[in-house]
Nanobody
Framework: QLQLVESGGGLVQAGGSMRLSCTASGRTFSSDAMAWAMGWFRQAPGKEREFVAAVTYSGATTYFADNGRFTISRDNNNAQSTIYLQMNSLKSEDTAVYYC??????????????????????WGQGTQVTVSS
């Protein structure tokens, strides 16, 4: 099995910063940790869930097109990996539920990092980020 446990989130003023964390664990993950990409998606009210950022075991990253304010990172420790999403200069339009996700790299091209929702097999429960203007 694979569990994703998120932390962080809450209320922040526009222009502020916030960091989200997510830890992956479980036999499914730990037996092949290097093959799992981890990422963040977000879903605002009335909108589709959209990709934010992803990172591989080795630290390769990819971001959504308009990024210049978010940074994803990953720490690997034995049977677990924890990813972080540092969000700076937050705007009201960043308000959303942020979801952590894990996607297996099997079947992808070498170096490819998944960015599509269907490429992620496991999801966290989501954490609310509210940016007040």
């Amino acid at each position: 099995q694979l569990q994703l446990v998120e932390s962080g989130g809450g209320l922040v003023q526009a222009g502020g910063s916030m960091r989200l964390s997510c830890t992956a664990s479980g036999r499914t993950f730990s037996s092949d940790a290097m093959a799992w990409a981890m990422g963040w998606f977000r879903q605002a009210p009335g909108k589709e869930r959209e990709f934010v950022a992803a990172v591989t075991y080795s630290g390769a990253t990819t971001y959504f097109a308009d990024n210049g304010r978010f940074t994803i990172s990953r720490d690997n420790n034995n049977a677990q990996s924890t990813i972080y999403l540092q969000m700076n200069s937050l705007k009201s339009e960043d308000t959303a539920v942020y979801y952590c996700a894990a996607g297996h790299l099997g079947g992808l091209r070498v170096g490819q990092i998944p960015k599509e929702r269907y490429q992620y097999d496991h999801w966290g429960q989501g954490t609310q980020v509210t940016v007040s203007s």
